[in-house]
């Protein structure tokens, strides 16, 4: 097991994080490509950047938008983004690890927030878990990877912390550690294909709504009503059988 | 247009791996990455990019010659894209190069340093010259595509003939100069590939390879494309690459001849085997092949050949730039499978290059057209992933960029950080002292230690009180532990704690709670070793134990006996008592034959000749 933990922490662990950083240089490259190709290809250049910004600048500050539809679950997502930035970036452990590797490091949490700070991601992450699955209008919206990744997420936060407190064994405290070990690879590793890429596209995708849609307010409300699905809640639009494929390029023909 | 599109996912994971390797060449140097050596400084990349490169580009001087000085109007179609590849070619010189210099940013000093007796002199001159001009003769094909660019254009088309007669000059100068490199080693070039007249026959196979290389490009790009392959107008081409590689047997068998080493080419063995193989594919196999009809007028049977005639050509300048060197010593050169990625990625990236020139400016007559990038087009879904990435630019955009993430993550992967860009001191383990009354300490085993005289230097240290002088810690229940047994390396500082053995579950089996009562788990806060190990320092030792990092066996050996046997020569006014032959007088073997002038190193060291000359 020991070598099974070393592979994890040694080769694994460099390509997890060398795919983590260039894949999602590559995705932020891509999606500026394609902001500044849709604007060359509009046909007119008007873009409401200030809009744009502040939209932005809205999502990443999420305070303004926790009194919108479903408060509790705003807040538990914020708090848990909180831990779960803090604690793999900022654990003494982690940090010292740092320095070991690459020779500078920089400051580090200490023992009792950083408790703290995982104890907040599990129990939100907890939370979160529940909000998608007791919510129907979030079922109706959720894929298989929206059920996978808090728990993969939450992972080697239960374990680093048992690992961290726990008096254990060797053995359990190898086996606890090589779930961490790996559940963080995989993380890493697939970071850059999946929906967690916002991590780095956020501050991209209200501008590649504006520039290459060009919605205008209230757009989606006039789609729900060409479609048919005015007023209707979501859970009951997403149940409704799509027109079938033959149908839909009739559409597109007339 | 799948097989272009194949193929550039290829060379982008060809491209995205070498970059790795080059973000380690360049940032910990050439020992990290590359099984060169003093004895071996020139390998894959001299014979390879450098060599082989240069050979590759001949096509481009022997076309501009054949179209433009000797008017053979019918080659005019291929023309331009022997020149594109000259150009690339020696651009991927220039790039594998910059790999292999030891220091890449001085390479501007030829420029201002002149030696003009070095044939590097003038090959570096040369290259880069004619790496000018080659940029010349391309740039009115990219510039037909902006109507800004036209009087310039105009002008080059004009001033074309002195641009190719400088071409032709500068390549034959330095297509041969390659070779004179190759003069100054008799002694360590085979005497089947070493000659007088390496020169010669380096432009001679170069004006072959040329002819080849044009063949061999058209058709291969003509399958890839999908194109008409121009099979009729390079038929003459390999009639006359047939008539240059029989002219360069026959030098090159008289040359052997002249000097009287035809005996080489019977004398069984790694050279004589090599020596066959390279002039079967390079000279004897195309040849035939060239002559007969049925071969010279198909397309499959022109590829084929010039096919086989490019590769030989390049090993050969492999086997001249390292391969067929005479072994000296006990260094067997084979390159690191990071120099092979390097050669490999600037090959990748020209034909990349290559790629997009052809599909982005007019070097055939007519660019390649994809019929999936017209916008009219319905689009077709992916049968596995059901998606559809988009027209073909964007899908490529994004295809080739994730092959080139994933093997340039698997290059870094694969590339361990080293601690220092040099290795460093290599590992001695030490073996402990033998003997009894007198020991000998001789910890790496060569043969040159000293006899210690263990009981002598008891007795006068004050008897059995005296052991916690030196042997100031001991293993568990051991009294008066070895040296070896901490200080195991005769140079690097030793581990004498071993955290990870006891927390293994097959050594100590100790829970971290067990040393580490309190957070944070650090060094600082642990448990000493006393507290379990109640033996661990006996009563009365002088040498404090603080950290259980064991210095090298030599330092802590000299620092022990060197310390007393100073104040000794002191106090007893003998200086000699502190010099080195106090200690150090003799050389034993480890037999003790009494013959202390067999130093088994010694005769390693030398470096024998492989055969007689």
């Known amino acids: 097991m020991q070598a099974w933990i070393e592979f994890g922490r040694g080769p694994l662990f460099r390509l997890a994080f060398c795919l983590m950083v260039l894949g999602l240089l590559r995705v932020v490259v891509l999606t500026i490509v394609g902001i500044a190709e849709a604007y060359r290809r509009n046909s007119d250049r008007i873009v409401p950047w200030k809009a744009i910004a502040r939209q932005t600048l809205g999502w990443l500050v999420p305070v303004r938008r926790l009194l919108g539809g479903r408060p509790v679950y705003s807040v538990t997502s914020f708090l848990f983004h909180v831990g779960l930035l803090a604690v793999p970036l900022f654990l003494a452990a982690h940090v010292r690890l740092w320095r070991g590797a690459v020779g500078f490091a920089w400051p580090a949490l200490p023992q009792r927030p950083a408790d703290y700070f995982t104890l907040l991601a599990i129990a939100a992450g907890a939370g979160l878990i529940c909000g998608r699955v007791f919510h129907r209008g979030a079922r109706a919206l959720s894929r298989l990877q929206d059920y996978i990744w808090p728990p993969l997420l939450l992972a080697p936060f239960v374990t680093g912390y048992v690992c961290a407190h726990a008096a254990l064994g060797p053995k359990v405290y190898q086996e606890m550690m090589l779930v961490h070990i790996y559940a963080a690879d995989l993380i890493m590793l697939t970071i850059p294909f999946t929906k967690i890429a916002h991590c780095v596209l956020a501050p991209f995708s209200q501008a590649v709504t504006a520039v290459a849609w060009k919605f205008v307010p209230g757009a989606g409300q006039e789609v729900a009503a060409t479609l048919g699905y005015a007023g209707l809640p979501i859970w009951v639009a997403n149940s409704r059988s799509a027109p079938a494929a033959g149908d839909k390029k009739e559409a597109l023909v007339k | ?613």
């Open chain 2, 1 to 613: 247009m799948n097989r272009v599109y194949r193929l550039k996912f290829i060379l982008w994971l060809v491209v995205g791996l070498a970059s790795a390797v080059a973000a380690a060449r360049f940032t910990q140097g050439l020992g990290a990455i590359t099984n060169l050596s003093d004895p071996t400084p020139w390998g894959l990349w001299v014979g390879f990019d450098v060599m082989g490169g240069v050979a590759l580009a001949s096509g481009g001087f022997i076309m501009t010659a054949a179209v433009y000085i000797f008017r053979l109007e019918r080659l005019h179609g291929v023309v331009r894209p022997a020149v594109l590849t000259a150009f690339l070619g020696y651009v991927a010189v220039a790039v594998g190069l910059l790999f292999d210099l030891g220091l890449p940013w001085n390479i501007w000093h030829m420029i201002v340093f002149w030696n003009p007796h070095s044939p590097l002199f003038e090959v570096g001159w040369c290259v880069m010259l004619y790496l000018t001009v080659l940029t010349l003769e391309l740039f009115p094909v990219p510039a037909q595509e902006f109507s800004a660019l036209a009087k310039v254009r105009r002008i080059l088309v004009k001033g074309r003939l002195p641009l190719v007669v400088a071409g032709i000059g500068l390549s034959t100068l330095h297509q041969s100069s390659l070779g004179s490199l190759f003069l100054i080693m008799p002694y360590r070039l085979h005497p089947l590939w070493y000659s007088p007249i390496l020169p010669l026959l380096f432009l001679i196979s170069a004006i072959g390879l040329g002819m080849m290389m044009v063949t061999f490009e058209s058709h291969s790009t003509a399958w890839l494309y999908r194109r008409k392959p121009e099979t009729e107008a390079l038929a003459p081409l390999g009639g006359a690459a047939r008539w240059v590689l029989l002219l360069y047997m026959a030098t090159r068998l008289a040359d052997l001849a002249i000097r009287g080493q035809l005996r080489y080419l019977v004398t069984p063995g790694w050279h004589m085997a090599l020596f066959w193989l390279e002039m079967s594919v390079m000279a004897i196999v195309p040849a035939i092949l060239f002559s007969l009809p049925r071969v010279r007028r198909t397309s499959g049977g022109q590829w084929a050949a010039a096919g086989l005639g490019v590769f030989g050509v390049v090993m050969n300048r492999i086997d001249v730039g390292g391969l067929a060197h005479l072994s000296r010593g006990n260094h067997i050169y084979l390159p690191a499978w990071t120099e092979v990625a390097i050669s490999a990625g600037v090959v990748a990236g020209a034909t990349l290059a290559f790629l997009f020139m052809v599909e982005r400016f007019r070097v055939w007559e007519q660019r390649p057209a994809d019929p999936l990038a017209d916008p009219h087009k319905l689009p077709e879904f992916d049968r596995v992933g059901m998606t559809w990435l988009g027209v073909p630019a964007i899908a490529g955009r994004m295809v080739y960029s994730l092959g080139f993430i994933f093997a340039a993550a698997l290059g870094l992967a694969l590339l361990a950080p080293q601690p220092a860009a040099s290795r460093g001191v290599d590992p001695q383990p030490v073996h402990r002292a033998r003997g009894g009354a007198i020991l000998w300490i001789d910890g790496n085993l060569d043969g040159f230690g000293v006899a210690f005289p263990h009981d002598r230097i008891v007795k006068r240290l004050g008897g059995d009180t005296s052991c916690v002088q030196c042997h100031h810690m001991n293993l568990p229940r051991d009294r008066a532990s070895g040296c070896y047994e901490c200080h195991r390396d005769m140079y690097l500082t030793s581990d004498a704690f071993q955290h990870d053995w006891h927390a293994s579950p097959e050594g100590g089996r100790l829970a971290c709670v067990q040393c580490h009562p309190s957070q944070p788990r650090s060094a600082a806060g642990a448990k000493p070793c006393t507290g379990c190990h109640k033996d661990l320092t006996p009563a009365g030792a002088t040498i404090p134990v603080k950290h259980y990092r064991a210095p090298g066996y030599v330092q802590s050996m000299h620092v022990l006996c060197i310390n007393c046997h100073v104040q000794l020569a002191k106090q007893e006014g003998k200086p000699d008592f502190a010099r080195c032959v106090t200690c150090h007088k003799e050389r034993r073997g480890l037999t003790d034959s009494g013959d202390t002038t067999a130093r088994p190193d010694a005769v390693r060291g030398i470096l024998l000749p492989a055969m007689t000359r």
